[in-house]
């Protein structure tokens, strides 16, 4: 299965859209190499999609969502904003920014996140706001492994939204 999908990827690097921009070439890449399980090569592709359209809101979630896979928290949250900056109602950034403040500890933020997603009507928002803004356990649960492994399994990947 693993050389079945080597092969996938390797022809997908072949593959360029003669209407494609470097970017999305870039970014197209990177999430075969996430895909693949290779994350500083995604991590490595999503920088030069950055580096080839500074704007491109997508290149940033990509890189943030990988940055947060290899603990970065910091990172992911800086690159979160940068993709929220060039798209303002993105709002599975919005939603993913928010667990990534929340697993930093920074509950009004995450919050704040939330509120925001969830005033555009995003679903997952309502639920993340519900058992970690408006219960009042949540504060003493929130150092709690598997809450963080709860939280870390609501990210939405670049493939999945």
């Not at 390797?10 to 859209?17: E, N």
């Not at 598997?146 to 609501?154: M, Q």
Request: proline letters at 2%.
């Amino acid at each position: 299965m693993k050389s079945i999908k080597f092969v996938i990827f390797f022809l997908f690097l072949g593959i360029k859209s003669l209407s494609a921009q470097n970017a999305d070439v870039y970014i197209m890449t990177g999430n075969a190499r996430d895909y693949l399980g290779d994350l500083q090569g995604a991590l490595a592709n999503y920088t030069l999609a950055i580096e080839d359209d500074s704007t491109s809101a997508m290149a940033y979630f990509n890189r943030a969502y990988i940055k947060r896979k290899l603990n970065d928290y910091e990172g992911a949250i800086a690159d979160y904003t940068m993709a929220i900056k060039y798209k303002p109602v993105y709002l599975v950034a919005f939603n993913n920014r928010g667990i990534v403040y929340m697993l930093l500890g920074k509950k009004s933020e995450a919050c704040a996140d939330w509120e925001t997603a969830n005033s555009y009507g995003y679903p997952d928002a309502r639920k993340l706001l519900d058992e970690y803004c408006y219960n009042k356990k949540s504060d003493t649960l929130k150092t709690n492994t598997l809450k963080a492994d709860t939280l870390k399994n609501n990210l939405l990947s670049p493939n999945n939204h």
